[in-house]
């Protein structure tokens, strides 16, 4: 990466390895999040915010001094933060019970647009004293639906943090119109989780409002911490935060799209703010969810930031052939049907016999003519050799 206009200072080292034999993780570091050179931080409106809306001033404060620390040890900071709705709510004097009703879309736009210049003029102000440059980057659905605006935004991304300034990053609230059309993210803990893999960070921090994923809700006898989080543990999940819109089970969606993106990332306490230190000295602190091997950028869009506008039904055989990594293009002749009405360069889901999706792609012609192609592929046609899926235009689905 460039990295014009900062400082590269030496990360500290680490010396020892991770377990992640079963739940359990020595207390010693993780080198993995030690290591790290772009960290992504998510505070959620729980932390940046009182229970009766106004701004937790000594929690931002030491959340700033926190993310100028890791800047001082050469790493790349961006900042996804909720509360800009909250504080907009308290500012323009409307009660939590009007802004809380999701059909109340008008209101809680205006909430915020009003929240959002006071948590901005906030950050901006605090990041000054210390002498850090910072920025306003709101996000919608389309920026990372369109494949063109996904790419602009992850190179804008990568050289606001390589002049050392840091992104601070939200929904854009005030243009969303509710939760009509496709939905790639629910809340800033996906919104978090899919910015960090799309902009190549190598560790993720969602600090929330509790200190860990624990195998059922914390405030119930026997609780246990889950130091590691591995797919097949069973969790059971509590309630929401009371503030934000995600619950515990948005955090652990939120987490392993970031894990499955590459991004190695941590669950923990927002309250303490110390934990940011912790977490990227890899201390065992809260839950860590490894990352997986980290696929090409294009497939991270495939996989993680499109939403389905069609599926092609592929018959067993090439479905097998995808799934064992032999790269042929797929054919209309290999399809039982197609359904859903989309153009030319859509993206599609490759589903296998039993309906299952395995895999999803960029697909090279109109669901009309692919139909008319299934219904003629016994003639050998240029239609029906011309690749639908090219190799490198899709991604095996986990």
């Avoid at 959620?44 to 890791?70: C, K, P, Y």
């Avoid at 909720?82 to 059909?103: I, Y």
């Avoid at 008008?106 to 950050?123: E, F, H, N, T, V």
């Amino acid at each position: 990466r460039d990295h014009v206009g900062e400082a590269q200072l030496p990360l500290r080292p680490c010396s020892k390895k991770i377990v992640l034999e079963g739940w359990g993780r020595d207390d010693s570091n993780a080198p993995e999040m030690c290591e790290a050179k772009r960290v992504v931080v998510k505070v959620g409106t729980a932390v940046v915010a009182n229970s009766d809306g106004t701004l937790a001033l000594s929690r931002l404060g030491a959340l700033v001094e926190q993310l100028s620390r890791l800047k001082e040890e050469g790493r790349q900071v961006l900042l996804v933060s909720s509360g800009a709705m909250g504080l907009g709510r308290q500012s323009l004097g409307l009660s939590k019970e009007l802004v809380g009703d999701p059909n109340n879309i008008i209101d809680r736009q205006a909430c915020a647009a009003a929240g959002q210049k006071i948590l901005m003029s906030m950050y901006n102000m605090m990041f000054q004293a210390l002498n850090i440059q910072c920025s306003q980057v709101l996000i919608t659905q389309g920026d990372f639906l369109s494949r063109t605006r996904y790419v602009y935004l992850t190179e804008t991304l990568d050289r606001l943090t390589s002049m050392g300034v840091i992104p601070i990053i939200n929904e854009n609230d005030v243009v969303t119109g509710g939760i009509s059309g496709p939905q790639v993210f629910s809340d800033n803990d996906k919104l978090s989780a899919i910015l960090a893999a799309g902009a190549d960070a190598d560790a993720l921090a969602l600090l929330t409002d509790v200190d860990a994923v624990y195998d059922k809700p914390p405030d119930e006898a026997g609780a246990q911490r889950i130091k590691v989080y591995t797919p097949d543990l069973a969790v059971q999940i509590g309630e929401k935060s009371t503030m934000g819109r995600g619950g515990m089970a948005a955090k652990i969606s939120a987490a392993r799209v970031a894990a499955s993106g590459g991004v190695h990332t941590v669950v923990a306490s927002g309250f303490d703010l110390s934990n940011i230190d912790r977490v990227f000295k890899g201390a065992d602190v809260g839950t860590l969810f490894p990352a997986s091997e980290r696929k090409s950028k294009r497939q991270r869009w495939l996989n993680l930031a499109t939403e389905s506008e069609g599926r092609l039904m592929v018959k067993a055989a090439a479905r097998d052939s995808i799934l064992c990594g032999q790269e042929h293009p797929l054919l209309v002749a290999q399809l039982d049907a197609v359904e859903g009405d989309f153009g030319k360069g859509a993206v599609v889901s490759l589903v296998d016999p039993e309906g299952t999706e395995f895999a999803r792609g960029i697909c090279t012609k109109p669901s009309a003519e692919i139909r008319e192609g299934i219904t003629t592929c016994d003639l050998i046609s240029f239609n029906s050799a011309h690749p639908l899926v090219a190799n490198n235009d899709f991604v095996l689905i986990d």
